[in-house]
């Protein structure tokens, strides 16, 4: 079966992971579906170097989403995207991290086969992947962690979501989303058995300009959100391997503080 970038193959969508932020991240795949789009519709957070890839003539259309507040709902995405397509028009579908990782890319996908029209995913890096390995944090390591979880922690019924299991000794658990909740997702993840001393990280802004690092205790991760002012985008990470990074430890500086006025 020919690929999608196929130029003589019209009328398709293709969805793109356009990675963590910093363009250096991008697939050469994705900079070839962009080069070949007629059509980009793209997420809020992608950074202007990565939509100057599409040629100047095509049209951008942003579909940016922030907390409670969408340009359009899913469902007006999905029939904007194959509307386009129907056109004729070769509709690079951009996304921040990786499509099928909380992108919404599977519907998109059903979307545009149940109208009969041809798609292609290309895989971006995940947030989770970027962030951490800019903040030298190794997800899984074979003295600390023999598991990775993604969440997502902005779902709705979030303290009836089960978790137990995901996050502890010997596990990692990534929360996508989670600033927010932040005292929310730690009262959960104590209460479902995790120990209020377990490291924890916030990864904010990773690969972007002005990315933070910083890790506490879980017992204190809403007050330090709160503490640091911490803004979206941003990941948190539970788990003995947050140890291992190169974030900084506000806890530490903050019981410093404390001695020092005493």
């Known amino acids: 079966m020919a690929s999608l970038l196929d130029p003589t193959h019209r009328g398709r969508v293709i969805l793109v992971g356009a990675g963590p932020g910093d363009p250096g991240l ?4 994705a900079v070839e579906a962009l080069g070949a789009a ?26 940016a989403k922030k907390r409670d507040r969408h340009t359009l709902p ?40 149940a109208a009969g029209l041809a798609v292609e995913v290309i895989p971006g890096v995940s947030a989770a992947l970027g962030c951490a390995a800019e903040a030298m944090l190794p997800l899984t390591h074979r003295d600390h962690s023999s598991a990775v979880s ?19 000794q010997g596990r990692t658990l990534v929360i996508y989303m989670g600033v927010a909740t932040a005292t929310a997702i730690a009262d959960k993840l104590i209460a479902d058995g995790v120990a209020p001393d377990m490291p924890v990280a916030v990864l904010e802004r990773g690969t972007l300009e002005g990315h933070r690092a910083i890790k506490t205790l879980l017992a204190d991760l809403g007050a330090m959100v709160e503490r640091e002012r911490v803004e979206s985008p941003a990941i948190i990470v539970v788990g003995e391997v947050v140890e291992l990074s190169n974030a900084e430890d506000k806890l530490a500086r903050w019981a410093r503080i404390a001695e020092h006025a005493a």
């Open 26 to 29: 991008l697939t050469v795949r």
């Open 38 to 63: 007629d059509v980009v519709v793209h997420d809020g957070l992608i950074d202007p170097r990565v939509l100057d890839l599409a040629p100047a003539a095509a049209q951008r259309i942003s579909v």
């Open 74 to 113: 899913q469902e007006a995405i999905n029939a904007l995207i194959v509307a386009h397509v129907k056109t004729g028009s070769v509709v690079v579908r951009l996304k921040g991290g990786d499509p099928f990782i909380f992108g919404r890319g599977g519907e998109e996908v059903e979307a545009v086969r």
């Open 150 to 168: 993604f969440v997502a922690g902005q779902c709705k019924g979030l303290s009836e979501q089960d978790w137990s299991g995901l996050a502890g």
